[in-house]
């Protein structure tokens, strides 16, 4: 056995089972072997940094690590409601409307576009949204008011028709 080996397995034997108790009490019995066998692999890594005594380090490893997994946790919740959220609805209607808005903004003049973009997607007040464009509050809230009843009737407009897509392989045989 070499000397870091001998090292690690005398700081594994006198300090796992404090550590295991430390976990334990932050996170619980699920966790708390990974979170030790991580600790102790991370000491394994680091041997060279561990100073004496081993057993504040050991903590301080531990408590990062559970840190990190709420953390991951955390993504991982936040991704599942994510998910959740775009499936709850029929994400073929959210689509669809979106590219209805969008095809009646590009029909729009590019001063109606502007003003509509500055407040929906770039969150402007109408103040703040009128310096961009160089106009008094009073005259920006009047076209913004116009555009957005331009926007409404530009959606209100049916799509065009799609072309019949022929199908060549009905053809071909």
Not at 111 to 118: A, K, N, T
């Amino acid at each position: 056995m070499t000397d870091d080996e001998h090292r690690f397995t005398g700081m594994y034997d006198e300090c796992r089972q404090r550590v295991w108790a430390y976990v334990v009490s932050r996170a619980g019995r699920q966790v708390a072997d990974e979170v030790v066998s991580e600790t102790f692999a991370i000491a394994w890594r680091r041997l060279e940094d561990v100073p004496e005594p081993a057993l504040p380090w050991l903590l301080g490893v531990a408590r990062n690590v559970l840190r990190d997994n709420v953390r991951a946790q955390a993504r991982r919740e936040a991704l599942g409601a994510e998910l959740r959220a775009w499936t709850e609805g029929d994400v073929a209607d959210e689509v669809t409307e979106r590219m209805g808005v969008l095809r009646a903004l590009a029909e729009l003049p590019e001063d109606d576009r502007e003003i509509l973009v500055l407040v929906a997607w770039q969150g402007l007040s109408p103040r703040d949204a009128a310096r961009v464009v160089g106009c008094s509050s009073a005259a920006f809230r009047v076209r913004l008011h116009r555009a957005r009843k331009r926007l409404g009737q530009a959606m209100e407009t049916p799509l065009p028709a799609r072309p019949h897509v022929r199908n060549l392989k009905e053809e071909w045989s």
